[in-house]
């Protein structure tokens, strides 16, 4: 019997997570009131039960009633009903453009503007995020980047240390993005940009890529890069951090941070690896 517990903060999939649930044979709930998690747990663990494979919804919809979960989840322990709890976060300014984009108002729409709701529930589900088994940040993930880490926790049965990275080049030109908790300046590697024949090219382009990595600085720059980040992540995994973006930059953003950007991802990504992780070019095609 697998049951879990998807909460987390409103706006950071939590729906689509249940979605995902369900698309892998998962019998799904949302918004089940606290009052009957007991009974419904114990419905699922008799003998007469046909689901084995159960993932419910729970977060501050349920509003003063969320204080009880503590009490149900000590009940389910003391039963031997072994259940586990996702939680998906995500950074406020994300929520907030989450939440203008879709004209959707915060389920608590009681303070004076969307961010102190934010932060409002945040405290109130602090408490749940502390037991969670799983943490997922979804402030720089898509759906299919969802799906990927969920099936391999839920369905594939991997290893999941609550770490998320994302490797994201961009053009200085541009600006810094501002999510970035790692920032490296690859402006000094040599530059397509003056290459006629590579100047409308990207580092998607095989010639672009042959052109800077054919250096032994760039060799040698790549080989220190990705020594070090393997020496942080476990660190970071260690520490706690769910969520760890790492900025690749050049002056444009189209040539040398793509290609330094997707040689890291090669050498990070891993089918055993005890993280997930992404790549994003945010300035390609500007």
């Known amino acids: 019997m697998r049951f879990v517990i998807v909460t987390g903060m409103s706006g950071a999939g939590k729906i689509t997570a249940l979605k995902i649930f369900e698309d892998n044979g998962y019998y799904c709930v949302d918004n089940l009131p606290i009052d009957l998690i007991e009974n419904f747990a114990d419905l699922l663990f008799s003998q007469t039960s046909e689901k084995n494979k159960v993932a419910i919804g729970v ?5 003063n009633n969320l204080d009880r979960i503590n009490e149900v989840l000590e009940n389910l322990r003391i039963k031997d009903q072994n259940y586990e709890i996702l939680f998906l976060d995500c950074n406020n300014s994300t ?16 303070a004076d503007s969307v961010e102190n709701e934010i932060n409002t529930e945040r405290k109130k589900l602090a408490f749940l995020r502390k037991q969670a088994d799983y943490i997922i940040d979804t402030s720089n993930l898509l759906v299919r980047n969802l ?20 490797i994201m080049s961009f053009g200085f030109k541009f600006g810094v993005p501002a999510d970035c908790d790692l920032v490296f300046d690859v402006r000094f590697l040599p530059n397509p940009y003056y290459i006629p024949e590579l100047k409308h090219k990207t580092g998607e382009d095989k010639e672009v890529q042959d052109f800077v990595l054919d250096s032994e600085v760039s060799r040698e720059f790549l080989e220190k890069l990705t ?4 020496f942080l992540i476990p660190n970071y995994i260690d520490e706690g951090k769910n969520q760890l973006v790492i900025g690749i930059g050049c002056t444009g953003g189209h040539h040398r941070s793509v290609t330094v950007a997707k040689e890291l991802y090669k050498q990070l990504d891993s089918a055993d690896a005890g993280y997930g992780i992404r790549i994003a070019h945010r300035d390609i095609t500007r």
């Open 227 to 230: 020594d070090m980040v393997k």
């Open 59 to 63: 977060d501050i919809r349920s509003g």
């Open 95 to 110: 929520l907030i453009k989450r939440f203008k984009e879709t004209r959707r108002s915060h389920p608590m729409g009681d």
């Open 147 to 166: 799906r990927t880490e969920i099936e391999k926790i839920f369905v594939m049965n991997k290893e999941y240390r609550n770490l998320f990275v994302t």
